[in-house]
């Protein structure tokens, strides 16, 4: 009876071992290990990450900012009271910063 729970419990083991050895193969485990020995490369890919993120926030930040001053001018052309003084007040204060630069 011994030896019955002993492969029962050897086989319940094995099999949990493939299952942890293949959860470790699809977290790329040995390509973190290997980043982690190779600095340089990890300095480069994550510079090169972060140039790709400030690039990509550029982008979206002007494409954003564009459709903002689109719809402010959509809005603008209502002659509505409230933001129409908004925006002219808006628009003097950015006139008198560039006459105070120049």
């Known amino acids: 009876m011994g030896d019955k729970i002993s492969s029962g419990l050897l086989h319940t083991l094995l099999t949990k071992l493939e299952h942890l ?3 470790l193969e699809k977290a790329s485990i040995a390509e ?3 980043l982690y020995r190779k600095p340089k490369r990890l300095l480069y890919i994550n510079f090169l990450a972060g ?3 400030g690039f990509g926030l550029a982008i979206g930040f002007t494409v954003v900012g564009a459709f903002f001053l689109y719809g402010l001018g959509k809005v603008a052309s209502w002659n509505l009271p409230v933001v129409g003084e908004f925006i002219a007040e808006i628009t003097r ?3 008198n910063e560039l006459a105070r630069r120049r």
Do not use: D
């Open 32 to 34: 973190y290990i290997e």
């Open 51 to 53: 140039i790709a993120r």
């Open 21 to 23: 050895t293949l959860a």
């Open 93 to 95: 204060i950015v006139q």
